[in-house]
């Protein structure tokens, strides 16, 4: 099976169709894991997912290309997701400042790679999928919650900031500056105050992460990664069919919690309705596993607000087929 790109529908491979009778092929990187599609006629062989890699590891540096598979992963996971939420995925070779993957590794010996966003390219460290090294650096800093999706997510909360409100004229500029704080504050000052302090005190209550009270730029791509999170996983338990039956709430709802596939036509307070009940019965599933928590974080009011910003941003912004992009030439 493969994924076709433009319905996000799973087709046989290698004989599928797409919905205009064209014949698709599978991805080039197939032998790489990539289980996307492309049109036969195309005149590429890589999918849309892998075409967005704008760097990759060398040919011969068979560790990363490991890593890079493993990573891609995370990529695709993400790019579904943004297209569920309908948000457009602007290609670097159709737009300048587009979207663009640098998925490079620290293990290399080409020096250090920084994980971030920078004028529509994504640079990821590839090292960070091994789950040793990964693990390391996430109780080293004390965060709850440290994953290759988590920081896709977050860097792309970056660019859409960039492209959907920092835009001359953007609807939503001045809304986020008074909800998330004036963006254009020094970083590099707010980046040696984090380090220097820490979050301040009382964070919880307005801050979703320690990291979200360093600059208001991190808020925003924190708060735009877990809008992600939670829509993505609320989706997924929907396709499911899984629903909470009231009776299980302890008295407190007399109707079901059933989690919907999309909630683009109500607002953001419905969606964490739902929220708080599926994810407090999929922390407890995960503790009878023996393991933590599988959401460790809590949505106080404060953020529900900045969640709710997210929201409205991303329902204005929306297009019919986001990943449908003409490529580029052969
Ligand atoms: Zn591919
Ligand atoms: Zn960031």
Redesign the pocket.
């Known amino acids: 099976m493969m994924l076709a790109t433009a319905t996000l529908t799973m087709v046989p491979a290698p004989a599928a169709l797409d919905e205009h009778g064209t014949a698709l092929v599978a991805c080039a990187h197939r032998d790489q894991e990539c289980n996307w599609s492309l049109r036969a006629d195309d005149d590429g062989t890589t999918c849309f997912s892998c075409r967005l890699t704008r760097r990759r590891p060398q040919a011969d540096d068979a560790a990363a290309l490991e890593r890079l598979a493993e990573t891609s992963k995370a990529q695709r996971r993400l790019l579904v997701g943004l297209a569920d939420l309908g948000l457009p995925v602007d290609p670097y070779w159709r737009t300048d400042g587009g979207l663009a993957f640098d998925l490079l590794s620290s293990q290399s010996g080409n020096g250090p790679v920084t ?3 920078a004028g529509g390219v994504i640079t990821i460290d590839l090292a960070e999928s091994l789950d040793a090294h990964r693990e390391q650096l996430r109780v080293q800093l004390g965060e709850p919650y440290r994953t290759m999706l988590g920081h896709f997510r ?2 792309v ?2 660019y859409y900031q960039w492209q959907l409100v920092e835009r001359p004229g953007g609807a939503f500029l001045e809304e986020c500056r008074a909800l998330f704080g004036d963006e254009r504050a020094s970083y590099t000052d707010a980046l040696a105050r984090h380090y220097a302090t820490g979050a301040p005190a009382g964070w919880q209550e307005t801050f979703i992460s320690e ?1 979200a009270t360093m600059h208001p ?2 808020d925003f ?2 708060t735009f990664a877990h809008y992600q999170h939670v829509l993505d996983t609320l989706g997924t338990i929907a396709h499911g069919g899984v629903r909470i039956d009231a009776s299980a709430l302890m008295g407190t709802r007399t109707q079901d919690i059933m989690p919907r596939t999309s909630y683009a036509d109500v607002p953001m307070a419905v969606a964490l309705e739902d929220w708080q009940w599926v994810s407090y019965e999929l922390n407890r599933a995960n503790r009878a596993m023996g393991k933590g928590d599988l959401y460790p974080f809590s949505i106080p009011p404060a953020v529900g607000r900045k969640l709710d910003l997210v929201h409205r941003i991303v329902t204005a912004s929306t297009v019919p087929v986001p990943l449908v992009a003409p490529f580029p030439g052969a």
């Open positions: 994980i971030g966003h977050h860097e909360g970056h990291y730029w991190e791509a924190e």
